[in-house]
């Protein structure tokens, strides 16, 4: 059975960073692009960023760009978004998805539970 | 960017009733669309890929259709189980958008 456990999410303060990770167990990890979507408290989803199953190919939404960095252990079947420069509106529950293949941004069944990350000062 | 216009914002509609819903693209999108159902409190699940496949499981009074700009997720005849929202979103582009949400809710 696919299960994805995402956790790390935590208050920080406006400009700070915060690394957030997911545990995935069930399937071969290093064969599917992993994928990170969010939903502020409240409203709709949002797609934050993929990577590809070997780690190779990482893809952002242009709201974070340049301030999320994905990354994956292949090793301890473990991806992770650093988030840094936070402002108030990356306010959100973050949900980890598996993609369907290695190479797609394109969330797939099943997702994590999420994870909540609050930017207040 | 490609923005994804998804109408109506919220609907109301009765058990039985034929309901669909509208995804337009800001520039084609050929048929990278995907169809997510989220109930409150759950994460999303995908229903429908290549804007008209549905995954195993989905229940066949799921459909959707379009290809280029125009999009639509139609539910044949609701059930209690399907209130819910409704998202579609387009990976044409290497960074993927989601339309606004659709919410469907009891009459």
């Known amino acids: 059975e696919v299960q994805l456990l995402e956790s790390g999410g935590d208050l920080v303060q406006p400009g700070g960073s915060l690394t957030v990770s997911c545990a995935a167990s069930?399937?071969?990890?290093?064969?599917?692009?992993m994928i990170w979507v969010r939903q502020a408290p409240g409203k709709g989803l949002e797609w934050v960023s993929a990577?590809?199953?070997?780690?190779?190919?990482?893809f952002y939404a242009d709201s974070v760009k340049g301030r999320f960095t994905i990354s994956r252990d292949n090793s301890k079947n473990t991806l992770s978004l650093q988030m840094t420069s936070l402002r108030a509106d990356d306010t959100a529950l973050y949900y980890c998805?598996?993609?369907?293949?290695?190479?797609?941004?394109?969330?797939?069944?099943?997702w994590g539970q999420g994870t909540l990350v609050t930017v207040s000062s | 960017d490609i923005q994804m216009t998804q109408s109506p914002y919220s609907l109301s509609a009765s058990v039985g009733d034929r309901v669909t819903i509208t995804c337009r693209a800001s520039?084609?999108?050929?048929?990278?669309l995907a169809w997510y159902q989220q109930k409150s409190g759950k994460a999303p699940k995908r229903l429908i890929y290549?804007?008209?496949n549905l995954l195993n499981g989905v229940p066949s009074r799921f459909s959707g259709s379009g290809s280029g700009t125009e999009f639509t997720l139609t539910i044949s005849s609701l059930q209690p189980e399907d209130f819910a929202t409704y998202y579609c979103?387009?990976?044409?582009?290497?960074?993927?958008?989601f339309g606004q949400g659709t919410k469907v809710e009891i009459k």
């Open positions: 998805a598996k993609g369907s293949s290695g190479h797609t941004t394109v969330p797939d069944d099943p």
């Open positions: 069930g399937f071969t990890f290093n064969m599917y692009a």
């Open positions: 990577i590809s199953g070997g780690g190779g190919s990482t």
């Open positions: 520039q084609g999108i050929r048929n990278d």
């Open positions: 290549a804007a008209s």
């Open positions: 979103l387009q990976h044409y582009s290497h960074s993927p958008t």
